[in-house]
């Protein structure tokens, strides 16, 4: 799944893919505004984003699309 964190007084967005699922994500970032969160991706980088910096988050779909002609 994408998550896209958007940064307070950044003009850049931070990007990540991760299998966590939705619900973790958005336990792990339930706190932004009182205390640091720390985020990984799927190639083990780990995103920090300080206490109260925190603008928006968008998360991407849980299930990933199908393509093709497979059933």
Same mark, same amino acid.
């Not at 307070?8 to 994500?25: C, F, G, I, N, W």
């Not at 603008?55 to 002609?69: Q, S």
């Given at each position: 799944?994408? !998550?896209?964190?958007?940064?307070?007084?950044?003009?850049?967005? &931070? @990007?990540?893919? @991760? +299998?966590? +699922?939705?619900?973790? #994500? &958005? =336990?792990? &970032? =339930?706190?932004? =505004? @009182?205390?640091? !969160? @720390? *985020?990984?991706?799927?190639? /083990?980088?780990?995103?920090? #984003?300080?206490? /109260? +910096?925190? =603008?928006? !988050?968008? &998360?991407?779909?849980?299930?990933?699309?199908? #393509?093709?002609?497979? *059933?």
């Amino acid at each position: 799944m994408q !998550v896209t964190i958007g940064i307070k007084h950044s003009p850049r967005e &931070l @990007t990540l893919e @991760t +299998s966590a +699922s939705q619900e973790d #994500v &958005l =336990a792990a &970032l =339930a706190g932004a =505004a @009182t205390q640091d !969160v @720390t *985020v990984s991706d799927d190639k /083990g980088r780990k995103i920090f #984003v300080p206490a /109260g +910096s925190l =603008a928006y !988050v968008e &998360l991407g779909e849980a299930a990933p699309r199908r #393509v093709g002609f497979g *059933v």
